[in-house]
């Protein structure tokens, strides 16, 4: 197996659990906010894709697909288009208001660059640096391995609101 093909397999497990999380649930199941002022499912989705995006974008050097595809205006959030959540208080989490329909769609868009991006990964430039604002230096395979693990966090956090809904 190629780094390619595992960093694939890796983000594709997240793509088989984001339809799954969200099937069958209505816009207000996806805003419910289980203890008042838990995330949603909703924003966890929302935000899981963002970063993914945004993450993967920078690396890349290529655009976010959630500007460049026009998902920011189809959400219409009360948010600025660069946003992803990371550091999202009260009211911003619940402002993240869609449908199945839309966050599985853009979750898809996402996850359709995401493959693109990943097929020409070399292992070689797994190694280089791609963010010295921190130290270490974050090399491309840090930055991937991280948005990997963070998105399934927020996957599994969704995966375990839907449980506790009602009915």
Do not use: C
Not at 76 to 82: D, R, T, Y
């Amino acid at each position: 197996m190629t780094p390619a093909e595992l960093l694939t397999d890796a983000f594709g497990r997240i793509s088989e659990g984001v339809p799954a999380v969200l099937d069958g649930l209505e816009e207000d199941q996806l805003g419910l906010r289980v203890d008042g002022s838990a995330n949603s499912i909703a924003w966890l989705v929302w935000h899981l894709t963002r970063v993914q995006d945004d993450h993967l974008a920078q690396a890349f050097g290529t655009d976010q697909v959630w500007i460049t595809d026009g998902w920011h205006e189809r959400f219409g959030l009360p948010l600025e288009p660069e946003d992803t959540g990371y550091g999202h208080g009260f009211d911003q989490v619940a402002a993240v208001r869609a449908g199945a329909g839309l966050l599985a769609g853009y979750h898809a868009a996402v996850a359709a660059r995401t493959v693109e991006l990943l097929a020409k990964v070399t292992p070689e430039q797994l190694d280089e640096v791609i963010d010295d604002r921190w130290d270490p230096p974050v090399t491309l395979g840090v930055r991937l391995v991280s948005v990997v693990d963070d998105d399934a966090k927020h996957l599994g956090q969704a995966e375990f609101a839907r449980g506790l809904l009602p009915g």
